[in-house]
C-alpha cells in the first residue's frame, strides 16, 4: 500500500511514529515550508530560520536511509502556502491509497486536519505522538473531575511510571523536589561557563538569506543565529550541558545577570521541541550524570523536573482545555502591550535586558520570562492574548501546546489558578534579590513611589489593590495582604493613582 506520510516542522525526530513502519519501497514522505506557519504570528527571524533549517537538514538525512522525500521550500513558485493545501498537491503527485501524520502540536493545525480529513478522498490516519512520557489520554485520566491540577504530583506519578531518579518505590535521596535549595543569587564574582554554540552550515546560510530577504523587517536579529539545527548538533549541546552547566544548574537556575544570557541553562528547549531531542534522552543524560557524580541532586531533579514534570502537564493541560482554555481572564486585564516589548525602549533595566537578549538571540530563560517580561505584564494588566502572541512570536523554543499554558495560566493567572496556586506578582526586590539588573537602572528599586521609583514597585501594590476581591481570599497571598490592611484608605488611592498614570503613559507607546 502505496503511503504518504506529512512530517510537519516540529516532527523532525527519525523514530516519530509516522516514520515508524515506512516502507522504502513505495511510501513517500512530504515535508513543506508553508507561509502561514512563518506569519500567524510576527515570529523571531531566527525560530523561521531553526525551523527550515532544520527541516531542510532532515529531509537531507532521510533520504541518506533511502526515504523518497518530496520537500516544498518556502519560496517555490507553485508553493500554496498552507499545509492542507500542499498536501491536496501531493496527492495528486503521488496518488497515495492513505496519508499517515503524527499528531500535531497545536489545536489550530490539528482542527486544520481534522477539517480537511472530513473532506479529502484519501483516508487520514494521525498517530499519537510518543515521543512525551505521557499521551494524552493519559493526561486527561490524570486529571479527572480534580479541581485543581498541581503539576507537583502528576510529576510524582511519571517518575514512578518511567523509574526517574528512583530508588525502588522511593524516590532518590529521599525527597521529590529540591527546589527549595534551588533559588540562590549569582554572586558577583562567580564565573559562567563558555556554552558550546554552532556556527551556521552551507544549508543554514542559505536560509538566512531567505528570511533576511523575505522577511526585511521582521522582529529579531539574524547575524547572531548559532542554535544547533541537525540531530548531531543537538546531541553535542546536550553533552555540552551535562558537562559544562548542569553541576549548578540548580543552585542558580533562578538567578539574572546583565549581559550573560545563558548563565547554566540548558539552551536544549527549541531542539527538543522541534524533535533533534526526545525527552527520555536528555533525562536519562541527566540522570546518568547524577549516578556518576558528575552533577549534585538538587541539579539533576530540578532540571529533570522541568523536562518530566513542566513540560509534559503543560502539554497534558493544553489539550485537555483547549480551545476554551485560551479565552479566560480572570483577573479581567484589558490594556495593550507597550511597544518596548519589541523595541527594548524603556528606562527600566531589566526589561531593557530581557527583550535585548531576545531580539538577539531569541532566547530568555524561565525566569526571565516569569519574573520579568510576565511579571510586568500581570502587574500592568495587560491583555492576556495581547502578551501570549508576544511570547508565541519571540521565542525560539515557542509553540502554542507549551507557550499558552505557561503565559496564559504561570505568568498572568489568567485562568484564575487552574495551574498556578498563586499569581507570580512581585515588586522590585525580588529583581534586586536575583539579578544585577537593578544596578545602573534610571529608577531606584528601594523606592516605592515618586518619580524615582521602581515601576514594578508601586505597580506590585496597584495590582494587589485593584485584584483584593480575587485573591486576598488565597492563603499564599495572606502575607501581602497582610500589610495591605493597614495601609489608609488615602495611600491606597495615592499609589493607584500613581501606577495608573504610568499605565496610561505607556498605552500612549503601545502597538
Known amino acids: ?112 486536519f481534522e477539517t480537511w480529513a472530513a473532506q479529502a478522498s484519501v483516508p487520514l490516519e494521525i498517530r499519537d505522538d510518543d515521543r512525551f512520557f505521557a499521551s494524552r489520554d493519559r493526561f486527561r485520566q490524570w486529571a479527572g473531575d480534580r479541581r485543581q491540577l498541581r503539576m507537583e504530583f502528576f510529576y510524582r506519578e511519571l517518575r514512578i511510571e518511567n523509574h526517574i531518579l528512583m530508588d525502588g518505590a522511593a524516590p532518590v535521596g529521599g525527597k521529590w523536589n529540591y527546589d527549595p535549595e534551588n533559588r540562590k543569587s549569582l554572586p558577583a564574582t562567580a564565573p559562567t561557563p563558555t556554552r558550546r554554540r554552532f556556527p551556521p552550515d552551507a544549508i543554514t546560510r542559505e536560509v538566512m538569506a531567505l528570511v533576511a530577504t523575505r522577511f526585511p523587517k521582521g522582529f529579531g536579529d539574524i547575524e547572531t543565529f548559532d542554535w544547533p539545527m541537525t540531530r548531531r548538533d543537538a546531541l553535542h549541546a546536550l553533552e555540552s550541558f551535562i558537562d559544562d552547566a548542569l553541576p549548578h544548574f540548580g543552585d542558580y537556575q533562578d538567578a539574572m545577570r546583565a549581559g550573560a544570557p545563558f548563565l547554566y541553562h540548558s539552551l536544549l528547549s527549541g531542539a527538543l521541541n522541534i524533535g533533534l531531542l526526545t525527552p527520555r534522552e536528555i533525562c536519562a543524560a541527566a540522570e546518568t550524570a547524577f549516578r556518576e557524580g558528575r552533577a549534585p541532586l538538587n541539579a539533576v531533579e ?146 516605592k513611589s515618586g518619580p524615582d521609583a521602581c515601576p514594578f514597585n508601586f505597580l506590585y501594590w496597584a495590582f494587589l489593590i485593584r485584584n483584593e476581591s480575587r485573591l486576598a481570599h488565597n492563603p499564599r497571598m495572606a502575607f501581602p495582604y497582610k500589610t495591605l490592611e493597614k495601609w489608609s484608605a488615602t495611600q491606597k488611592e495615592a499609589i493607584m493613582q500613581e501606577a495608573e498614570a504610568f499605565l496610561d503613559a505607556l498605552q500612549g507607546l503601545s502597538v
Not at 500500500?1 to 512530517?7: D, N
Not at 516532527?11 to 513543506?32: E, K, Q, Y
Not at 508553508?34 to 523571531?44: C, D, R
Not at 525566569?367 to 511570547?391: C, D, H, K, S, V
Open 1 to 112: 500500500m502505496k503511503t504518504l506520510r506529512f512530517i510537519l516542522g516540529d516532527h523532525l525526530t527519525a523514530g516519530v511514529s509516522s516514520l515508524a513502519d515506512i516502507d522504502l519501497a513505495h511510501d513517500v514522505v512530504l515535508m513543506a515550508e508553508v507561509a502561514e506557519e512563518t506569519n500567524y504570528v510576527p515570529h523571531h527571524r531566527q525560530k523561521i530560520i531553526l525551523v527550515l533549517s532544520a527541516m531542510r537538514h532532515f529531509a537531507a538525512a532521510l533520504q541518506k536511509r533511502g526515504v523518497t522525500v518530496d520537500y516544498v521550500r518556502l519560496d517555490a513558485p507553485d508553493n500554496t502556502g498552507s499545509f492542507t493545501s500542499e498536501l491536496t498537491r501531493a496527492i495528486a503527485r503521488h496518488d497515495p491509497q492513505r496519508i499517515i501524520v503524527t499528531e500535531p502540536g497545536e489545536w489550530r493545525v490539528g482542527q486544520a
Open 302 to 447: 530540578g532540571f529533570i523536573r522541568q523536562i518530566l514534570g513542566w513540560r509534559e502537564y503543560v502539554r497534558g493541560v493544553y489539550w485537555h482545555f483547549m480551545p476554551d482554555y485560551e479565552n479566560s481572564n480572570a483577573l479581567d486585564a484589558r490594556r495593550p502591550l507597550p511597544a518596548f516589548y519589541w523595541n527594548a525602549e524603556t528606562p527600566m533595566r531589566c526589561m531593557s535586558e530581557v527583550v535585548t537578549q531576545t531580539r538577539r538571540h531569541a532566547y530568555s530563560h524561565h525566569i526571565q520570562r516569569l519574573m520579568i517580561t510576565g511579571n510586568f505584564a500581570l502587574l500592568a494588566g495587560i491583555a492576556p492574548a495581547e502578551i501570549e502572541r508576544w511570547y508565541l512570536a519571540v521565542y525560539i523554543d515557542a509553540f502554542d501546546w507549551v507557550e499558552l499554558p505557561n503565559t496564559h495560566g504561570m505568568a498572568l493567572y489568567a485562568d484564575g489558578g487552574l495551574l498556578a496556586s498563586k499569581p507570580y506578582a512581585a515588586s522590585g526586590a525580588y529583581i534586586n534579590r536575583m539579578s544585577d539588573f537593578c544596578g545602573g537602572c534610571a529608577y531606584n528599586v528601594k523606592t
